[in-house]
C-alpha cells in the first residue's frame, strides 16, 4: 500500500471518472505509449498510472477473441 503523499491526495470518484473518459479520448495506443515513457510527466501520479494499467488490462481482455467452446456453452 502506498503511503499518503501530502502533494499527491488519494483520488475521488469524480477525479477516476475524468480520468477514465480522458483515457477513452486518446485511445489505447497513446494512453500505452503515455504511461510507458513517463507517466508522471503525461498523465499524472502513481494513482493515475495504476489507473491507466488496469484500463490497460481491461481493453486488452475485451480486445482478446471469445473461444469457441465459451460462445457455445453460451449460446444453451
Request: charge should be positive.
Amino acid at each position: 500500500m502506498r503511503s499518503m503523499d501530502p502533494m499527491n491526495p488519494p483520488m475521488n470518484a469524480t477525479d477516476r471518472q475524468r480520468t477514465l473518459d480522458y483515457f477513452e479520448r486518446l485511445g489505447r495506443d497513446k494512453v500505452r505509449l503515455y504511461s510507458a515513457i513517463d507517466c508522471d510527466r503525461y498523465l499524472g501520479g502513481w494513482q493515475v498510472r495504476e489507473l491507466a494499467d488496469q484500463w490497460l488490462a481491461e481493453k486488452a481482455a475485451e480486445e482478446r477473441p471469445v473461444p469457441l467452446w465459451r460462445r457455445i456453452v453460451r449460446r444453451r
